[in-house]
C-alpha cells in the first residue's frame, strides 16, 4: 500500500532546487555521506505537519530552515514543502482520495498552509492528523536522538506514547478545556459572591426609595402613553396628508410628463399633418392642372365637335344643293341629249332637202353661167361667220341665265356668312380683351402666391426652429428642476442628518443634542462658523478635530457637561469655555514679515465669519492660508520656519520645518456633511437661478410660438384662399384661350365657304361678251344685206332663170339658214350637253369631296372622347374635391391639434405653478414630519415604526391632549422626586438579580464540568489500559524477536492507576537478569526502544513509519533482525529509513542517494532494487 506518494521541497534547508522524492511501497532506503542533507527529509515531513520549533529542526529561529545560499548562490526568500497523500482508504477522515499538503514559509517570518491547494491553518491541519498515528510528534517518525530519548523520559512523560497509541489526546484536550473553563467558573463564582453580598443591603435602600417615585413614573408613564399615541397620531395624519401630496405631486409629474410626451407627439404630428397637407395641395394642384388640362381638352373637343356640326352641316347643305343641281343637270343633261337627238334628226333632213335644193340650183347654175361671169362675189363666208357668231351668242345667253340662277342661290348664304363672321370677329374681340385682363389677373395671383408660400415656408421654419428651441428649453427647464429636486432631498438629508449631529463624536454628538437643556451650550466650533466652501478643505486640515470642539459660555458649563457624559457614559469631548479660552497672535517679527511678502496669503480668522470674537481669537489667529505648495513652502522659508502655514489643498507647513500632506482620509464626517451640505446649496442656487431664467425665456418662446403658430395658420389660409382664387382664374383663362381658338376655327370655316361661293364667273363679264357677239352679228347682217343688193342688180337679164333660181335660193337659203341654225342649235346642245356632263362630273367630284370631307368629321369619336373626358372630369373632380375636403380635414385637425398643443401647454403651466406649490407643501409637511419623528427619537428615544407598533390606540386624541395637560399639572404638583433612586433601584436590582442568575448557572456549569472531566478521565483511563496491555504483550513477543530470546515488559508506576501511573520499561537480553534501562549497554537500549516501537506499529499500524538511522548503535546480527522485521511492517506500511548499515539497504526495495555535488546544496539518485535484482536474474548484468 502507498500512502505518502511523494515529498516536494523547494528552498529548504539543503534543497535549494526544486525536489522531487517519489515513493513505492515496501522499504525505501536514503543513504548519504554524513553532512549531505539525509536528514532534512524527515525534517521536511515534520515541516509539513506544523512543527513550529526550530529546535526540531536544529537552528535558533526557524528562517533558518529556508535555503541560506553559497558562495555559488544567493539565498532564498521563501522554503516551500508539499506532501501527496494516498486517501483512498481514508486513513485521514477528510472525504478525498488525494490529499496535498503544503506548506509555504517567508523570511518575514510569514507562514502559509493548504490543503488540496485551499489556504488553511495550522490548527486544520493538526486537526486533520490528530489520532491517525501520524503527525508532527507522532510515533511513525522517529529521528536520530529520539531512540534513546524514549529510554531516557520521565515514567510520567513515557506514558504519552502509549497515550498516542490509544488515541486518546482529543479526550485530554478536551479535558484540559473542561479543566480551564472549571478554573474560570470558580474564580467567577468567588466574584459573584462578594458582589451579591454587596448589592443585596443596597437593593433593600433603593426599594424604599423608588416607592417614592412611583406615583411620579405612573403620571410620567401616562403622559408618556398619550403624547406618543398623540404624536403618532400626527406623524400618520401628516404622513397620510405626505403621501396625498407625494401621489398628487407624482400624478402632477405624470400629468406633466403625459401631456409634454403629447405635446411632443402633437408636434410630430402637426408637422406630419403639415407635410401632408402639402402634399396633399401638391396632389390636388396636380389634379387641378390634369382638371385644366382635360377641361381644356373638353372645351376643345366640343368646339370641334360644334365646328365639325357645323362644317357637316355645311357640308351637308352643299352636298344636297350639289346632288340637286346634279339632278337638274342630268335632267338638262336627258333633255338635251333627247333635244340634239331631235335636232340631229332635223338637221340631216334639212340637210338632205338643201342637197337637193342645192343640185338644182347647181343645174340653173350651170345655165347662167354666162350670165353671172362678171359677178363673183360669194357671200356664203360671211354668212357661216353670222352663223358661227350666232351659235356662240347663244351660248353666252344660256351660261347668263345659269349664272342669274346661281346667283341668286349664293346673295343669301352670303349675306348669312358675313353676319356670322362679324358677330365671331366681335366675339374674338371680347374674348381677347377678357385673355388680356385674365392674364394679368393671373401674374399679379402668381406673384402673390408666389409670397406667401415663401413667407410661409420662412415663418415654418421659424416656427420649427422656435418650436425645437422651446423644446429644448422646456427639457434644460425639467432637467433643472429635477437636479434641484434631487438637490433639495439630498440637501434635506444632509440637514436631518446635521441637525441629528451625525458625524459627530458621540461625546460631542450627546451634548449638542442635549444642549437645549445643558446651560451655556453654545454649540460645536463647526455650527457656529461660516467660511466660503473654497477653503473648506483647508480649514479641515488647519483644526482637524477642533471643528467638533463644543463652545460653552463659561467654564461652569463646560464642567457641568463634562459631568453629564461621565454620570450617562456618553463619551469625550473637548471644551472651549468662551471665558478662559485664551487669544492667540502672531509674533510681530511674522506680522513684518507677511506685511513685505510677494505671496498671496490670509490670515484664517479673515476668512472666518463668527459672532463670536474669543472663539476667532483662539483658533484661527495663527494659521495662515496659501493658494498652493509652492507659495506654501516659499512663504514657510520667508517667515524662517515661525508660522503654521496650510495651502487650500489641506498640504500643512509646521513651525520649524515639518511639512504634513498626501492622500487624506476624511474622517472627520461632521465637516465633510457641512462641505457637501454647502456645495449642494451652490448647486440649488445655481439651478434656481437658472430655471428662472429658463422660466422668462420660455415664457418669451411660448409668446413668439404663439404668434408665429397665429401667423402661420393666417398665412396657411391666405395661401389656401390666393391657390383657389388662382386655380379659378386660371380655369377661366383656360376656358377663354379655348375659346378663342375655337372661334378663329370658325371664322376660318367660314371664310372657306365664302370663298366657295365666289368661284363663279360674274355675271358683267358673260353680258359684255354677249353684246359684243350681238353688234359682230349685226355687222355681218350689214354686209349681207348690201352684197345681196349688188347680187339684185345682176340679175335683170336673166329673170327666167332668176325666179326659179331665186326661189330655189331662197329655199336654198331658208334651208342653210334653218341648217346652220339647226347646226348652231345642234353645237349649241352638243356644248351645251359636253358642259352639262363636264359640270355633271365636276359636281360628281365635289360631291365626292364633300362624302370625304363629311365621312372624315368623325364626330362620334368626338363626342365619345367628349364623354370619356366627361368622366376623366368627374373623377378629376371628385378627386379634387376629396383632396380638398382632406385638406380642409387635415387643415382642422391641424388646427385642432394646435389648439390641444396649446391646451397640453396651458396645462403644464398650471400644473407646472401647482406642482411647485404641491412641493412646497410637501416639504412644509415633511419638515413638520420630521420635527415629530425627531421628538419622538430625541424626547423618546424611539422611532416612529417602533411607536407606531407599540402605542396603537390611536382614538380619542383631543381627549388625550387634554389629559397630556392635566398630567403635566400633577407632576408639577408632586415638586422634586428622585428618579435616580428608580433608575438605581432598577440597574442594581437586575444586576442583583442577573448575578444571582449568573451564581445559580455557575453553580450548574461547575457541576456539569465536573462530569465532564470525570467522563473524559473514565475514557482516557479505559483506552489507556485496554492499549497498554496490546502494546505490553506484542512488546514481550517483539523483544524475543529482536534479540533472539530474553524477556521484557511495561509495567505502571502505579499499578491499576491508568489514568496518572507512569509507564517503566524493564528489559532482560538473553542470559542477563531483568533488570531497568539504565543498566543496558547501548546496542541493548536502542533494540529496546526500536522493539518498543515495533510493538506499536503492531498494536496501531502506520501508513507510513520514517526512522532516521534508528539501528546505528545496532550490531551486525541485530541489524539483520531490525531489517528482517522492518519487511515484516511492509505489510499494512511503507517503511522510509535513513540509514549508513548495509544490511538495512539489502532489505531496501528502492534506495535514494543523497549527495552533495555543490557544497551547500542535496541532490537524489534513484535507484529501484526490485527491477534491479529482477534484471540480474535474467542476466542482465
Not at 510520567?156 to 498516542?164: A, K, Q, S, Y
Not at 377641361?295 to 351637308?316: A, D, V
Not at 451650550?521 to 478635530?545: C, P, Q
Not at 350689214?782 to 333660181?805: C, F, N, P, R, V
Amino acid at each position: 500500500m502507498v500512502f505518502l506518494k511523494s515529498i516536494e521541497a523547494k528552498g529548504f534547508k539543503s534543497f535549494a532546487d526544486k525536489t522531487t522524492i517519489e515513493f513505492n511501497d515496501g522499504v525505501t532506503a536514503v543513504v548519504g555521506p554524513n553532512g549531505s542533507g539525509k536528514s532534512n527529509i524527515i525534517d521536511a515531513v515534520r515541516f509539513v505537519l506544523g512543527e513550529t520549533s526550530a529546535k526540531q529542526f536544529r537552528g535558533s529561529k526557524m528562517e533558518d530552515v529556508i535555503f541560506n545560499g553559497t558562495t555559488e548562490r544567493s539565498k532564498q526568500n521563501s522554503a516551500v514543502v508539499q506532501l501527496n497523500l494516498d486517501n483512498k482508504d481514508r486513513v485521514l477522515d477528510f472525504d478525498y482520495d488525494s490529499v496535498t499538503i503544503r506548506r509555504e514559509l517567508f523570511r518575514s517570518g510569514e507562514s502559509n498552509y493548504y490543503i488540496n491547494k485551499e489556504r488553511a491553518k495550522l490548527k486544520d491541519v493538526t486537526e486533520l492528523f490528530m489520532d491517525s498515528g501520524l503527525g508532527k510528534h507522532a510515533y511513525n517518525i522517529i529521528s536520530q536522538g529520539e531512540v534513546d530519548h524514549v529510554l531516557n523520559q520521565k515514567p510520567e512523560t513515557r506514558r504519552e506514547i502509549i497515550e498516542e497509541v490509544a488515541g486518546v489526546m482529543k479526550y485530554k484536550t478536551r479535558k484540559k478545556e473542561a479543566e480551564r473553563k472549571l478554573d474560570d467558573t470558580l474564580l467567577n463564582l468567588s466574584r459573584i459572591h462578594d458582589i451579591t453580598s454587596e448589592l443585596e443591603s443596597r437593593v433593600k435602600k433603593l426599594e424604599k426609595e423608588s416607592a417614592i417615585a412611583t406615583e411620579y413614573l405612573a403620571l410620567l408613564n401616562e403622559m408618556k402613553q398619550s403624547d406618543i399615541e398623540v404624536t403618532v397620531f400626527d406623524i400618520k395624519e401628516l404622513s397620510s396628508k405626505l403621501h396625498q401630496l407625494k401621489e398628487t405631486y407624482s400624478n402632477d409629474e405624470r400629468t406633466i410628463e403625459d401631456a409634454r410626451n403629447h405635446v411632443n407627439l402633437l408636434d410630430v404630428a402637426i408637422n406630419n399633418l403639415r407635410d401632408k397637407r402639402e402634399v396633399l395641395t401638391e396632389n390636388e394642384r396636380s389634379i387641378h392642372d390634369a382638371f385644366v388640362k382635360a377641361s381644356r381638352e373638353k372645351e376643345q373637343t366640343i368646339g370641334k365637335i360644334e365646328l365639325f356640326k357645323e362644317r357637316k352641316t355645311s357640308r351637308s347643305d352643299q352636298h344636297d344643293n350639289l346632288t340637286e343641281e346634279k339632278n337638274n343637270k342630268l335632267k338638262e343633261q336627258q333633255s338635251l341629249e333627247h333635244d340634239l337627238e331631235a335636232l340631229r334628226t332635223s338637221f340631216n333632213e334639212t340637210k338632205d332637202e338643201q342637197s337637193n335644193v342645192k343640185a338644182e340650183i347647181d343645174t340653173i347654175n350651170a345655165s347662167l353661167q354666162s350670165l353671172v361671169d362678171g359677178n363673183d362675189v360669194d357671200i356664203d363666208a360671211l354668212k357661216e361667220q353670222y352663223y358661227a357668231i350666232m351659235v356662240e351668242k347663244t351660248s353666252l345667253d344660256n351660261q347668263l341665265k345659269d349664272y342669274e340662277k346661281q346667283e341668286a342661290i349664293d346673295s343669301s348664304k352670303r349675306e348669312e356668312l358675313d353676319r356670322r363672321m362679324n358677330e365671331l370677329k366681335e366675339s374674338l374681340d371680347t374674348l381677347n380683351e377678357k385673355n388680356k385682363s385674365l392674364t394679368d389677373t393671373l401674374s399679379t395671383l402668381e406673384s402673390s402666391l408666389k409670397d406667401k408660400r415663401e413667407a410661409y415656408k420662412e415663418t415654418k421654419s421659424k416656427r420649427d426652429h422656435e418650436q425645437s428651441h422651446t423644446k429644448s428649453l422646456t427639457e434644460q427647464f425639467d432637467t433643472a428642476n429635477r437636479y434641484i429636486s434631487q438637490l433639495t432631498s439630498k440637501r434635506d438629508m444632509y440637514e436631518s442628518m446635521m441637525s441629528n449631529y451625525d458625524g459627530y463624536y458621540r461625546g460631542v454628538k450627546s451634548v449638542l443634542k442635549r444642549k437645549d437643556k445643558l446651560t451655556g451650550v453654545l454649540g460645536a466650533v463647526m455650527e457656529l462658523i461660516e467660511i466660503d466652501s473654497a477653503y473648506m478643505t483647508a480649514l479641515d486640515a488647519a483644526l482637524g478635530s477642533q471643528t467638533q470642539s463644543v463652545v460653552t459660555k463659561t467654564e461652569q458649563d463646560a464642567k457641568r457637561a463634562i459631568h453629564y457624559l461621565k454620570d450617562k457614559n456618553l463619551g469625550y469631548a473637548t471644551f472651549l469655555p468662551l471665558d478662559t479660552i485664551q487669544r492667540r497672535s502672531l509674533s510681530q517679527e511674522v506680522v513684518f514679515k507677511l506685511e513685505s511678502t510677494s505671496v498671496e496669503h490670509h490670515i484664517l480668522k479673515d476668512l472666518v465669519d463668527t459672532k463670536y470674537d474669543a472663539l476667532i481669537g483662539h483658533l484661527f489667529s495663527t494659521t495662515i492660508i496659501v493658494e498652493n505648495y509652492d507659495d506654501g513652502a516659499r512663504l514657510s522659508r520667508e517667515l524662517n520656519f515661525k508660522a503654521r502655514i496650510v495651502t487650500k489643498a489641506g498640504e500643512i507647513f509646521n513651525p520649524g520645518g515639518a511639512v504634513s500632506g498626501g492622500s487624506r482620509q476624511n474622517n472627520n464626517s461632521a465637516l465633510k456633511l457641512r462641505k457637501e451640505k454647502d456645495a449642494l446649496d451652490d448647486k440649488i442656487k445655481a439651478y434656481t437661478l437658472e430655471v428662472d431664467r429658463l422660466t422668462k425665456e420660455l415664457s418669451k418662446e411660448k409668446d413668439s410660438l404663439k404668434e408665429l403658430d397665429t401667423l402661420l395658420n393666417t398665412l396657411e389660409t391666405e395661401g389656401i384662399q390666393l391657390k383657389e382664387s388662382y386655380d379659378e382664374q386660371s380655369q377661366l383663362l383656360e376656358q377663354t384661350n379655348q375659346d378663342i381658338k375655337l372661334t378663329n376655327e370658325r371664322i376660318a370655316l367660314l371664310k372657306e365657304t365664302f370663298d366657295s361661293t365666289t368661284e363663279t364667273m360674274e355675271a358683267s363679264t358673260l353680258i359684255k361678251e354677249i353684246e359684243e357677239k350681238t353688234k359682230t352679228l349685226d355687222s355681218l347682217q350689214k354686209d349681207i344685206q348690201l352684197l345681196t343688193k349688188a347680187q339684185g342688180d345682176t340679175e335683170a337679164a336673166e329673170k327666167e332663170y332668176e325666179s326659179k333660181k331665186q326661189t330655189l335660193l331662197t329655199k336654198q337659203a331658208e334651208l342653210e339658214s334653218t341648217l346652220r341654225y339647226k347646226r348652231s342649235q345642234v353645237t349649241d346642245y352638243e356644248e351645251r350637253l359636253l358642259k352639262v356632263k363636264r359640270e355633271i362630273v365636276d359636281i360628281d367630284s365635289r360631291i365626292e369631296m364633300l362624302t370625304s370631307d363629311y365621312e372624315s368629321i368623325d364626330i362620334e369619336a368626338l363626342e365619345t372622347l367628349s364623354l370619356e373626358l366627361d368622366e376623366q372630369l368627374d373623377v378629376l373632380q371628385d378627386s379634387s374635391s376629396q383632396l380638398k375636403k382632406e385638406i380642409h380635414e387635415v387643415s382642422e385637425e391641424t388646427k385642432h391639434d394646435v389648439n390641444l398643443r396649446q391646451s397640453h401647454l396651458d396645462t403644464i403651466e398650471k400644473l407646472s405653478e401647482s406642482l411647485r406649490k404641491t412641493h412646497g407643501k410637501k416639504e412644509r409637511v415633511e419638515s413638520m414630519l420630521s420635527v415629530k419623528i425627531d421628538y419622538l427619537s430625541e424626547t423618546y428615544e424611539m422611532t416612529f415604526e417602533r411607536a407606531e407598533k407599540e402605542y396603537t390606540d390611536l382614538t380619542d386624541i383631543d381627549m388625550k391632549r387634554e389629559r397630556i395637560q392635566l398630567n403635566k399639572k400633577s407632576i408639577d404638583e408632586l415638586g422634586n422626586v428622585n428618579l435616580n433612586a428608580i433608575d438605581e433601584f432598577e440597574v442594581v436590582n437586575e444586576r442583583y438579580t442577573f448575578l444571582k442568575h449568573e451564581e445559580d448557572d455557575l453553580l450548574q456549569a461547575r457541576e456539569t464540568l465536573l462530569d465532564v472531566i470525570k467522563e473524559m478521565d473514565y475514557e482516557v483511563s479505559e483506552r489507556f489500559k485496554e492499549t497498554y496491555h496490546n502494546v505490553n504483550e506484542h512488546f514481550k513477543k517483539v523483544f524475543k524477536t529482536m534479540f533472539g530470546g530474553g524477556e521484557a515488559e511495561l509495567r505502571l508506576t502505579e499499578p491499576g492507576d491508568y489514568l496518572n501511573a507512569g509507564l517503566l520499561i524493564y528489559a532482560q537480553p538473553p542470559g542477563k537478569k531483568l533488570t531497568s534501562m539504565s543498566l543496558l549497554s547501548g546496542g541493548e537500549r536502542a533494540l529496546t526502544a526500536i522493539s518498543l516501537l515495533f510493538s506499536i506499529l503492531e498494536v496501531r499500524s502506520s501508513p507510513f513509519i520514517i526512522l532516521d538511522e534508528v539501528e546505528a548503535a545496532l550490531d551486525e546480527a541485530n541489524v539483520l533482525r531490525f531489517s528482517n522485521y522492518l519487511r515484516h511492517l511492509t505489510r499494512y506500511s511503507q517503511c522510509i529509513v535513513i540509514t549508513h548499515r548495509k544490511k538495512t539497504m539489502e532489505q531496501s526495495d528502492r534506495l535514494f542517494g543523497v549527495t552533495m555535488q555543490e557544497k551547500g546544496v542535496s541532490e537524489l539518485i534513484s535507484v529501484d532494487l526490485k527491477t534491479y535484482e529482477e534484471r540480474e536474474v535474467e542476466g542482465e548484468y
